[in-house]
């Protein structure tokens, strides 16, 4: 069976890997455009040659990045994503008391 | 005849050519009213009816390979029309009729083999969708009941009424299921269109498309540049890598599709005989061999070769409902590309280009579609743009306006 490097759980069966996409930047939900909402949820390259998607480990839930190519079906590399989000979330709003 | 046949044998040339069946390639000329990209049953038949009954036959049929060798060759011919939204089911029941009447049309055998499609439930959730689906179809003229386990026994007496420990509870009896020569389909169409003055281009690819001010105007091939009034763009699996180079992304994505086929036994299946649950399905050709399929491929691939992990998860699950056919031996498996849309509904008509049209997106369910679909092509091209209403709710817009037409539950693994 082929094989996949999970960036967690090293060499596993490629069975046990659920394809969840290409890696697209996502608008804002609350101020794009529907045109733009339905191109970033339905549109897609497609096209042959290296991709970056997102793939998880299913019986880990572990979610990673890998870079496949299309055609050949070669996986290139395997990585955390948080070589991609490695920059702090800063939430905005400031932090309210709640009242009962 | 012995003696003719030696003679034959020792000739040099093939014998038949003066037979052939369709015109020996021509050049290509600089320019076509009309160019379909793509030499599928969908190419090919949309060229058909462009000829025979609009009368427009300044017509290329740019192939990159040879005739119907992409998935037309490739299919396992499943006819039906037992989906679930009307739009879906109005499409298909269309397509269905014009098939009934093909070899006739074309004065050629096609092998429609009407023999029922049976689909099997084994949970509540797919009854309850049985059952809807059942009642749509008849509404629109389909033959389609909820049968109980005692009458699939009778229909079926060969199944495992408890395959992988999953009860069968009822079954979707489709009684216009049926089955045709796929490759006869690609020949009748070609052969019939050809002889009415279309030209026929295999080992022709198209390398680009030239878009001037918003509008096709011609289209770039590996033996020359060809100007045109239209395009239309038939190519499955590879419909994403045309419409980049024409400048739009579409909503699909491409994904192998395996099956394979057995040695051949004595008939004893008459339905076409399908599983959802276990992800499968089985039926027996003329000749006896028996035809599995099942799901696509787990993740998106442009490539066309076949897999173990695939063969052992559909294997097993086929001898769940048919045990005795663990002994048999498999003599052939192939893949095809195809087109998948997120609601299994097929795109047709306008694109974001003026005067190129899209016949994509039939994933792994549009060979059934394809006398229906070249018709509802051609008559589009002929007046010069105008959707008919039976393919309307297939546009490409759908996905921008979030209308799909969602036919997953009735596609999954029946194709
Ligand atoms: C294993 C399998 C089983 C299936 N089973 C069923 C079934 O049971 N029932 C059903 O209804 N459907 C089934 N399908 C789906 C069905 O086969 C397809 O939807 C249908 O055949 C599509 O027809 P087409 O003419 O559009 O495409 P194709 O027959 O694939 O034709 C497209 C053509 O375009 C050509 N092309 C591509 N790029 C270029 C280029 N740049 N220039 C020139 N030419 C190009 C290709 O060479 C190809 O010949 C199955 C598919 C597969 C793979």
């Given at each position: 069976m082929k094989m996949m490097n999970c960036p967690l759980n090293g060499l596993r069966n490629i069975s046990e890997f659920v394809h969840g996409g290409e890696v697209k930047e996502m608008p804002d939900p609350n101020s794009c455009s529907d045109k733009e909402w339905a191109d970033y949820v339905f549109f897609s390259d497609n096209a042959i040659s290296v991709v970056t998607e997102w793939w998880l480990h299913a019986p880990s839930g572990y979610w990673f990045i890998a870079e496949r190519h299309t055609g050949s079906d070669e996986i290139l590399k395997t990585y955390d994503p948080s070589v991609l989000f490695s920059e702090r979330v800063e939430f905005s709003a400031p932090a309210t008391e709640v009242k009962a | 005849m012995p003696f003719s046949l030696l003679k034959y044998g020792l000739n040099k040339d093939?014998?038949?050519?003066?037979?052939?069946?369709?015109?020996?390639?021509?050049?290509?000329?600089?320019?076509?009213?009309?160019?379909?990209?793509?030499?599928?049953?969908?190419?090919?038949?949309?060229?058909?009816?462009?000829?025979?009954?609009?009368?427009?036959?300044?017509?290329?049929?740019?192939?990159?390979?040879?005739?119907?060798?992409?998935?037309?060759?490739?299919?396992?011919?499943?006819?039906?029309?037992?989906?679930?939204?009307?739009?879906?089911?109005?499409?298909?029941?269309?397509?269905?009729?014009?098939?009934?009447?093909?070899?006739?049309?074309?004065?050629?055998?096609?092998?429609?083999?009407?023999?029922?499609?049976?689909?099997?439930?084994?949970?509540?959730?797919?009854?309850?969708?049985?059952?809807?689906?059942?009642?749509?179809?008849?509404?629109?003229?389909?033959?389609?009941?909820?049968?109980?386990?005692?009458?699939?026994?009778?229909?079926?007496?060969?199944?495992?009424?408890?395959?992988?420990?999953?009860?069968?509870?009822?079954?979707?009896?489709?009684?216009?299921?049926?089955?045709?020569?796929?490759?006869?389909?690609?020949?009748?169409?070609?052969?019939?269109?050809?002889?009415?003055?279309?030209?026929?281009?295999?080992?022709?690819?198209?390398?680009?498309?030239?878009?001037?001010?918003?509008?096709?105007?011609?289209?770039?091939?590996?033996?020359?540049?060809?100007?045109?009034?239209?395009?239309?763009?038939?190519?499955?699996?590879?419909?994403?890598?045309?419409?980049?180079?024409?400048?739009?992304?579409?909503?699909?994505?491409?994904?192998?599709?395996?099956?394979?086929?057995?040695?051949p036994v004595k008939p004893f299946l008459d339905p076409l005989v399908s599983s959802p649950s276990l992800h499968c399905y089985v039926q027996q050709t003329g000749r006896g061999e028996l035809v599995f399929g099942g799901g696509s491929d787990p993740y998106p691939l442009y490539s066309t070769r076949s897999t173990m992990d695939l063969k052992e998860s559909l294997l097993a699950n086929a001898v769940e409902l048919f045990p005795f056919m663990a002994n048999m031996r498999l003599m052939r498996q192939w893949a095809g590309l195809t087109d998948i849309t997120s609601d299994y509904s097929p795109i047709m008509g306008l694109s974001p280009v003026d005067n190129y049209y899209l016949d994509a997106g039939w994933g792994t369910w549009g060979f059934k579609s394809t006398p229906i679909c070249g018709k509802s092509m051609a008559e589009m091209v002929a007046s010069g743009g105008k959707v008919p209403e039976l393919i309307k709710p297939f546009s490409m817009d759908r996905f921008n306006s979030f209308r799909q037409v969602n036919e997953m539950g009735a596609t999954a693994a029946s194709h």
């Open positions: - | 093939y014998p038949f050519e003066q037979h052939a069946d369709l015109p020996k390639p021509t050049v290509l000329k600089s320019h076509y009213d009309v160019v379909i990209i793509g030499g599928g049953g969908h190419g090919v038949a949309t060229a058909y009816y462009l000829a025979k009954y609009h009368g427009i036959n300044n017509v290329a049929i740019l192939e990159k390979s040879y005739l119907g060798g992409g998935n037309t060759a490739r299919n396992t011919a499943v006819i039906r029309s037992n989906y679930l939204t009307s739009e879906g089911v109005k499409f298909y029941s269309e397509s269905v009729k014009l098939f009934k009447e093909l070899s006739n049309e074309f004065d050629f055998n096609i092998m429609y083999s009407q023999r029922g499609q049976l689909t099997l439930a084994h949970t509540d959730a797919a009854v309850r969708g049985f059952r809807q689906r059942a009642e749509v179809n008849k509404h629109f003229g389909g033959k389609t009941e909820l049968i109980d386990p005692q009458q699939i026994r009778e229909l079926v007496p060969t199944l495992n009424m408890n395959p992988a420990d999953m009860p069968v509870l009822a079954g979707l009896w489709h009684m216009d299921g049926a089955t045709a020569r796929h490759d006869a389909v690609a020949w009748g169409y070609a052969k019939g269109a050809t002889q009415r003055g279309v030209e026929l281009h295999q080992l022709t690819e198209v390398t680009d498309v030239i878009v001037e001010q918003g509008k096709v105007t011609g289209v770039k091939t590996n033996r020359g540049n060809v100007s045109c009034g239209c395009v239309v763009q038939a190519v499955a699996g590879h419909s994403s890598l045309l419409a980049a180079k024409a400048g739009f992304k579409m909503p699909i994505t491409t994904f192998p599709l395996q099956a394979m086929v057995t040695q």
